[in-house]
Each structure stands twice: as C-alpha cells, then as structure tokens.
C-alpha cells in the first residue's frame, strides 16, 4: 500500500526565497505524482502532474521533480511571494491501485 | 476551460438526516471520483465509478454511501443516514483514463463543506 510522507509539515519563509518542498513515496511503481495547491477551506488547484516516464515539469515559477529509485519528488518554489501561501499537497498513484494516496501536506507562509 | 463543478457549496444537515452532493465532471471525462478531507486531516479516497457502476471503494464507503449518476452530466454522493463524523469537505474529481496513461490526471472541483450538528 502507498504511503506518502511529506517534510516539513510547516514552513515560514522571507518573500523573495528559493525554497524546496519534499513528498516520499513507499511504492516505486508509480503510474504519477501530483501536486497540488490548498488554500484555507477551499478545493484543490492542481500544480503539476508528473508521469512516471518524466523527469521533472516546470510552470512559471514552479519545479517538481520525481525520482521513482530514491522514492521522493521535490516541489521548487522560486522567488516566493506572499501570494504562494497555501498548504501544498502530493499524491502519488502506484500500481495495483488507480486511486492517489495524499500526504498531510506542507503548509506554507511567505511573509513579507 | 473546462471544469469539475460541485453543488452546494456548503450543506449544514442534521444528524440522521439524508444529504446528497451533486458534482458535474468534465464533459469527456469517463471516470468519477469522490474523496473527502476531515479538518486537518489527510484528503482520503472514497469511491471511483466507470461506465456505470462502482470500480473501486475505500473502507470509508460502507452502506451510508451511495453514488449515482442519474444523467448525462451529473455524479452525486448520497449520505444516507449522516453521523457527526460524516463532517468533512468532500471533492469530487474526474479523469479522461486512469492508471498508466497520459489522460489519467485527475481534475478535482472546489468541493463541498459538510457539517453535520
């Protein structure tokens, strides 16, 4: 069974940081890993998918990468703004299974 | 661009009482998923539906729970007899494939806010 794991569980930064979110993974056969942006009670905006035959995707300012061997994707943030405050989530879908497990999320301030 | 819609927003119910959430999935969207989140809790798989009928279920959905999709364009979840723990928000997503295909994103909606007193 899938088991996602992310570090840290909350993080305050300086706007204007580089900063890198980590997701784990227990299952290596991944079909993909997804991540995705929660703001305060609200639904979930979908960042970046990547498929297991990728490497990496990129948008904007927005980098994530999976290493299926290692069992981690990273979530880069460059140059945070305040407006990137939210809790960011991953969810991995593996064989046997076609549903994605989600990890407790990271939650994240970008201060002024 | 397209997207997965949810309808209400937020349901306020008492306890025992019936509730249903609708969700509109992508047009050409051929799988249905419904996931809930307890505060401050992990979001945690319910129930996926294909062609249908129910392709896959968690613990979570026991006998309370039902889904259906009663037309060409609406999915909903059925809470039959609601308990105080049913309280969550609950998602709906759909994806074009699933498993090891490139249309097997899942696109999620805003969700809905459930509270049962």
């Known amino acids: 069974k899938q088991e996602v794991t992310q570090i840290p569980a909350a993080l305050s930064v300086p706007e204007g940081e580089n900063l890198v979110l980590n997701c784990s993974f227990t299952d290596s056969a991944i079909y993909n890993l997804q991540w995705f942006r929660q703001d305060p009670g609200k639904g979930l905006t979908s960042l970046l998918l990547?498929?297991?035959?990728?490497r990496e995707q990129t948008s904007g300012r927005l980098n994530a990468s999976l290493d299926k061997s290692s069992g981690r994707s990273t979530l880069y943030i460059a140059a945070s703004q305040p407006g990137d405050s939210a809790t960011y989530l991953c969810?991995?879908?593996?064989?046997?299974?076609?549903?994605?497990?989600f990890g407790r999320g990271t939650s994240l301030i970008v201060h002024p | 661009e397209p997207e997965v819609t949810q309808t209400p927003s937020h349901q306020v119910t008492q306890m025992g009482q019936e509730v249903i959430l609708r969700c509109v999935p992508i047009s050409n969207h051929l799988y249905f998923y419904w996931y809930r989140q307890i505060l401050g809790q992990k979001v945690e798989f319910l129930v996926s539906f294909y062609n249908n009928e129910i392709s896959e279920k968690s613990e979570i959905f026991d006998d309370q729970f039902s889904v259906e999709r009663p037309d060409g364009s609406n999915f909903t979840l059925k809470i039959r007899s609601t308990k105080l723990e049913d309280s969550a928000m609950y998602f709906c997503?759909?994806?074009?494939?699933?498993?090891?295909?490139?249309?097997?994103?899942?696109?999620f909606g805003p969700g809905t806010r459930l509270t049962v007193l």
């Open positions: 990547i498929q297991s035959s990728q």
């Open positions: 997503a759909s994806s074009v494939k699933r498993g090891q295909s490139s249309y097997n994103e899942q696109f």
């Open positions: 969810a991995g879908t593996s064989g046997g299974s076609y549903i994605p497990t």
